[in-house]
């Protein structure tokens, strides 16, 4: 199946910086890719969704200064934390979907950020 | 809108035991249905899927069907092996719903020797 890149593994940083995540479809152009998290034995709560070359659509409740998302090309997006705080940390996973229809999206390992 | 319920992990089971986990699922509409698993240090992948109503997903020597009277979409596989090992978690999404999946909190499943 198709991949999906996700970096990094997992992050530490300091209270008041920012840390930028990256998701890739290494094999198939991404017209719209998600952006996950999830909370330790709690399901995977959408963030927003970017379709390429476009705003991002936040969910209810989810900060979109806190939480800046760039999908600026077919093969990558990035979400960017920005002042991090420990109630941030958390696992972070994308997922990207090929086409507007085809609703079978391929997920990222997942990135899981601690802020200390 | 859209919910998932599944069983609470994590489920202990030993090779070639029956596995169930039991998912449900409430919307307003008729969703697709899904299950993911994530094995350790990886992505989700999609496992199974069915669109309507008494279809049936296989794959691997998973199964699950689509049982519209119970709202119910369980996963079965008949003899788990230690290689399933992994997290499961089942999904739905409502076509003209934005086409976003809603996931269960996900099942720990542990297969032992």
């Known amino acids: 199946g198709a991949v999906v890149s996700q970096h990094p593994s997992w992050v530490i940083c300091k209270s008041g910086t920012s840390v930028k995540i990256e998701c890739r479809s290494l094999?198939?152009?991404?017209?719209?890719m998600f952006w996950y998290r999830q909370f330790p034995k709690q399901s995977l709560m959408l963030m927003a969704t970017?379709?390429?070359?476009?705003?991002?659509?936040?969910e209810q409740g989810v900060e979109k200064d806190k939480f800046l998302i760039n999908h600026a090309s077919l093969t990558l997006s990035t979400l960017t934390v920005t002042s991090a705080h420990p109630e941030d940390s958390s696992f972070y996973i994308c997922?990207?979907?090929?086409?507007?229809?085809?609703?079978?999206?391929?997920f990222g390992q997942g990135t899981r950020l601690t802020v200390v | 809108g859209n919910s998932v319920t599944q069983m609470e992990g994590p489920v202990t089971l030993s090779e070639e035991a029956f596995l169930t986990i039991n998912c449900t699922y409430t919307?307003?509409?008729?969703?697709?249905l899904f299950w993911y698993v994530q094995y350790p240090g990886e992505g989700l992948q999609l496992l199974l899927k069915?669109?309507?109503?008494?279809d049936k997903g296989s794959n691997k020597g998973f199964e699950a069907t689509y049982r519209k009277e119970t709202t119910s979409f369980h996963l079965e596989k008949g003899s788990v092996q230690v290689s399933d090992s992994a997290v499961y978690f089942c999904?739905?999404?409502?076509?003209?719903?934005?086409?976003?999946?809603?996931f269960g909190t996900g099942t720990q499943l542990k297969v032992e020797l």
């Open positions: 919307a307003t509409g008729y969703p697709s």
């Open positions: 094999d198939f152009q991404a017209t719209t």
């Open positions: 970017s379709n390429e070359g476009s705003k991002a659509t936040y």
């Open positions: 999904a739905s999404i409502l076509t003209g719903g934005g086409n976003k999946l809603t």
């Open positions: 997922s990207a979907r090929q086409g507007l229809m085809n609703t079978e999206a391929f």
């Open positions: 069915a669109t309507k109503a008494d």
